[in-house]
């Protein structure tokens, strides 16, 4: 289950993380995957917001600890991977726990650990296709995902406010 999301403003990018934190639930992992630039952080504002964190400004990346841990409707972490070298070393990180607690957990560069990722997510890859422009492509592994994404046009996310909308 997959669905293509054009966005033309980081602040659209921010508004679609927010509807989609919104209809999380405890326990959930994100996974964002994207060149540098992308818009990772961005649309992991937007999710905070939705998860109830505050204001998404308040979300900057973890710089040494990789790990940020903010309080909220239930628990956001945000994972940021940009600084690790191999996946080894993510392993310290006590990822596992993250993954099976009741927060939600928002991981930036999750490519680079791709054994340690769990089995159900929802996985998302953002291109740059302008200045001002991103395509994110929203995909659901497992039931509770896939449900998800299907549900997304009855919340409102489609056409009208981000452009094209391919689900299928
Ligand atoms: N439609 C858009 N959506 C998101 N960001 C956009 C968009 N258009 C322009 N931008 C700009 O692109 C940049 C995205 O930066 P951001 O930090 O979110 O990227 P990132 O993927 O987290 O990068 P990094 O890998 O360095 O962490 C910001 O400067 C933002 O203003
Ligand atoms: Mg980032």
């Known amino acids: 289950m997959k669905a293509v999301i054009q966005t033309k403003s980081p602040s659209e990018t921010i508004r679609l993380g927010k509807?989609?934190?919104?209809?999380?639930?405890?326990?959930?992992?994100?996974?964002?995957?994207?060149?540098?630039?992308?818009?990772?952080?961005?649309?992991?504002?937007?999710?905070?917001?939705?998860?109830?964190?505050?204001?998404?400004?308040?979300?900057?990346?973890?710089?040494?600890?990789?790990?940020?841990?903010?309080?909220?409707?239930?628990?956001?972490?945000?994972?940021?991977?940009?600084?690790?070298?191999?996946?080894?070393?993510?392993?310290?990180?006590g990822l596992e726990d993250y993954f099976q607690g009741d927060g939600i957990t928002a991981i930036e560069w999750a490519d680079k650990i791709p054994s340690l990722l769990p089995k159900e997510m929802l996985l998302i890859h953002i291109a740059y296709t302008g200045k001002n422009s991103r395509s994110l492509e929203i995909i659901g592994k497992g039931k509770h995902y896939e449900d998800l994404v299907k549900g997304l046009p009855e919340f409102g996310i489609r056409n009208s406010e981000y452009g094209v909308w391919n689900a299928k």
Not at 48 to 75: D, H, M, Q
């Open 19 to 93: 509807r989609i934190g919104g209809l999380l639930r405890p326990g959930d992992v994100v996974a964002l995957v994207g060149e540098l630039g992308a818009g990772k952080t961005q649309f992991i504002k937007g999710l905070a917001e939705g998860v109830g964190v505050g204001k998404p400004t308040y979300i900057s990346s973890p710089s040494f600890t990789l790990i940020n841990e903010y309080p909220g409707r239930v628990p956001f972490y945000h994972v940021d991977l940009f600084r690790l070298e191999r996946e080894k070393d993510a392993e310290e990180l």
